[in-house]
């Protein structure tokens, strides 16, 4: 077994080799003065079964095109099975033709992958469910929820708890975390109305005088957020934490959350967090 980093999260893949007691293999990765990308495996692959770790982050569109080229290369390398490693699989937001003359980008990204040569992908909450359904090759389709339920379990006195979904699209993913911790939950009703604007309407659910956790699949630009704790305060909650699998925390996120009032906000390591977006308030749990 082999395990390759991408440049999107060598942390991550430093601590996948650590548990698996194996030591991070060898590629090149390299610009040509034209910016074309080079890849060359240093090590031999011949029948091995290979993993290559690559979160989908920013600069998204460097970030794939280099997974496709290491995959190719290892492929070319006669590697026996190639597995993708995507914990944040970003483009799962583009699940659905919901406006004329778009892309399902979702499915052109999991067409590709195949095409650059993986016989295999393991991802972590995707954004929609549906999206599993877009690659023709095997997913393994992992979830942080086992975390999360330890992390509050350890930090909170969950008997005056309720889990916040917040909106209707991620109330089943909020509620498996409710059904796994034991906790009622509630929803809020929201809409998008840009790319960094949501509104936010009634909490369907009993959360006054509550502690609210909050379950999300990614904060993104932590406009949800900011919203959902305005609606939750109006409805008279105790306190607000927050739990996100993949902490994407672009443009004004990371101030959106120090300066809301949240109590605690927690992420898991599948998105590098850099030392200028790292704050007391941001926990991180390990999926490694
Ligand atoms: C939305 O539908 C998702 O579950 C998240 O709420 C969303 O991706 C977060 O994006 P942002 O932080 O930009 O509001």
Redo the contacts with the bound molecule.
């Keep these: 077994l082999k395990v390759f980093s991408g440049s999107a999260n060598p942390k991550l893949a430093e601590s996948i080799c650590q548990f698996l007691g194996i030591s991070l293999s060898q590629m090149e990765v390299s610009r040509f003065s034209n910016d074309n990308l080079f890849v060359q495996i240093q090590e031999n692959v011949r029948e091995k079964d290979v993993f290559v770790v690559q979160p989908f982050t920013a600069p998204v569109g460097d970030t794939i095109m280099e997974l496709f080229i290491i995959l190719d290369a290892l492929r070319s390398a006669s590697a026996r099975r190639i597995t993708a490693v995507i914990p944040y699989f970003s483009y799962a937001?583009s699940d659905k033709k919901d406006a004329p003359r778009i892309s399902i980008a979702g499915r052109l990204m999991a067409d590709l992958i195949k095409t650059a040569g993986a016989n295999r992908v393991l991802t972590m909450d995707l954004?929609s469910d549906a999206v599993h359904g877009f690659f023709s090759v095997p997913v393994d389709h992992l979830t942080a929820v086992p975390y999360f339920v330890e992390h509050f379990r350890r930090q909170l006195d969950l008997d005056n708890a309720v889990v916040v979904a917040?909106?209707a699209?991620?109330a089943k993913r909020a509620g498996r975390f409710a059904k796994r911790i034991h906790l009622p939950m509630a929803i809020i009703d929201k809409r998008?109305i840009a790319d960094?604007k949501?509104v936010q309407g009634l909490v369907v659910g009993d959360v006054k005088g509550r502690d609210a956790i909050i379950f999300?699949?990614?904060?993104?630009?932590?406009?949800?957020?900011a919203e959902s704790v305005k609606t939750l305060t109006n409805a008279g909650v105790n306190s607000i934490h927050v739990g996100a699998t993949h902490g994407v925390l672009c443009g004004p996120?990371v101030e959106r959350l120090v300066n809301s009032d949240m109590a605690s906000v927690v992420v898991t390591n599948t998105v590098y967090l850099p030392p200028d977006k790292q704050r007391e308030k941001i926990h991180t749990l390990s999926v490694a």
């Design positions: 937001r954004h917040t909106d699209g991620g998008r960094t949501v999300e699949d990614e904060i993104s630009t932590g406009g949800t957020l996120a």
